[in-house]
């Protein structure tokens, strides 16, 4: 994604909690906010990154955060970039589905991600993908899935075997999404 300069950071206890302290580590000006109590200040940041977790089981709380929500579509409309790995990716899409609804989440993505326990299935592995000359590599683990046909990769996307798998590496305006934990992106 080219150089980087000021990193924010989404953060907390569960819904974005998995970030590899070396990602942390290789960008100099990195700051935290957390998308279930605060809306933050996307002015003068270069990037925004968004890690896995479990943001399906804090639904309630990241829903209510509407203005939260409403400052990061606005960010990526207006070309803001963005890292949304897993957890991240399902907080960018259109809603969340579970056994007790649907929750509206950021709306960037056109997608819609169910949690509900019928529609459960592990996908697990190491992954690699290059994208636009750069070799990305990382992890996949989540049990939530696409609801209905899941979009259309910008890249192929590999196991560690070198097999093709079926995750999509989403590409819109400035945003790099993917279920892929990335190591250093």
């Known amino acids: 994604m080219g150089k980087v300069g000021n990193v924010l950071i989404a953060r907390n206890a569960e819904s974005f909690s998995f970030i590899y302290q070396e990602t942390i580590d ?3 000006d990195v700051s935290f906010f957390d998308p279930e109590s605060d809306a933050p ?3 003068d940041i270069d990037l925004l990154y968004l890690p896995g977790g479990y943001p399906e089981r804090h639904l309630d709380a990241l829903m209510k ?3 939260t929500r409403q400052v990061i579509k606005d960010y990526v409309e207006k070309g803001g ?5 897993c957890g991240g ?3 960018l899409c259109r809603a969340i589905v579970t056994d007790e609804g649907e929750y509206p989440m950021c709306g960037v993505l056109p997608y819609t991600i169910t949690a509900r326990t019928s529609d459960r299935k592990l996908s697990l592995g190491y992954r690699r993908f290059i994208l636009d000359g750069k070799e990305y590599r990382g992890h996949e683990f989540h049990y939530t899935q696409f609801l209905g046909e899941p979009p259309p990769s910008a890249t192929q996307v590999y196991n560690a075997k070198g097999e093709p798998v079926s995750t999509p590496v989403i590409q819109y305006k400035n945003v790099l ?3 892929t934990h990335l190591y250093n992106p």
């Open 41 to 43: 200040d996307l002015s």
């Open 177 to 179: 999404a993917s279920y």
């Open 26 to 28: 290789r960008w100099e």
């Open 89 to 91: 990716m399902m907080y």
């Open 65 to 67: 955060m509407t203005a």
């Open 81 to 85: 970039r963005v890292i949304a790995e």
